[in-house]
């Protein structure tokens, strides 16, 4: 059993896409990726042990890495990272049922890339801006201040929950800001969950390839604004990883 093999599928693409003669997919060493063709759509697979464990990093680097990189010429649905199945008919089996609704969702996808942008609050900005326009919270951190935090228990309980819902309207208000900043350059949006207390702003964005640099200039004008009180990071051109999910992808 230790050597029986199956096919990693990293994402479907229209039946017309090669695969590179150097696309490395995942494993040690990386596998040989392939296109399996069903009419007007394929998958693009590379075999892997059957028992093998697909979670290191670089195993997720090179998916990453192959979706985004076929995005750049193609239109690509990625399919959720470790997805692996038995071999080419359990690909086709993926591939017959659902044909005419990948297709569609390949137009929808063509000429358009994903881009993320993710900004985090610096911290004694943020909480220098709290403290100055709260003045509760205000008066609790003074309590605090200089004392042992076992005699200031309830305050310091007290002035955590006035500096989160302060972060978190603050984050909601700067969600907003930056999808009206961006918005006129791209088709569609996804608010992505907070990854850090501190986040600011996490968006994912589709737009049209012929919009991209109008985008990348409205965004670091919006950067520029708010230089002082949170770092922007811009990830992009990506696969749509955001907006694939009312497809039904396997996974």
């Known amino acids: 059993m230790a050597d029986e093999t ?17 696309a490395a997919g995942v494993g040690d060493p990386p596998g040989e990726v392939t296109v399996i063709r069903h009419g007007d759509i394929a998958a693009l697979v590379s075999a892997v042990p059957l028992d093998a464990p697909l979670g ?7 998916y990453q890495d192959l979706l985004d990189g076929t995005a750049a010429v193609a239109p690509v649905l990625p399919v959720r990272f470790g997805t692996v199945v038995t071999g080419t008919d359990a690909v086709l089996d993926l591939l017959r049922p659902h044909h005419d609704r990948f297709a569609a969702a390949l137009a929808e996808f063509e000429g358009r890339v994903q881009y993320v942008v993710h900004g985090r609050f610096d911290e ?20 605090v201040r200089g004392r042992a935090e076992a ?24 969600n907003r800001t930056l999808l009206d900043a961006s918005a006129e350059f791209v088709v569609s949006t996804q608010l992505r969950p907070p990854s850090h207390e501190m986040d600011a702003a996490h968006v994912a964005l589709l ?7 109008a985008l990348v200039d409205a965004l670091e004008e919006y950067a520029q604004d708010r230089r002082g009180l949170l770092r922007l990071r811009l990830l992009g051109p990506l696969a749509p990883y955001d907006f694939v999910a009312a497809h039904q992808l396997a996974g």
């Open 151 to 174: 005699a200031t228990r309830e305050p310091r309980i007290r002035l955590g929950e006035l500096i989160s819902q302060a972060v978190e309207l603050r984050r909601e208000a700067e």
């Open 6 to 22: 199956g096919l990693f599928v990293y994402g479907l693409v229209p039946a017309d896409v090669e695969a590179t003669p150097d």
């Open 124 to 143: 004694r900005a943020l909480l220098r801006g709290i403290l100055d326009e709260n003045p509760a919270a205000a008066r609790l951190a003074e309590q």
């Open 56 to 62: 290191r990093s670089a195993d997720l680097r090179a």
């Open 207 to 213: 737009v049209d390839t012929d919009r991209e640099a």
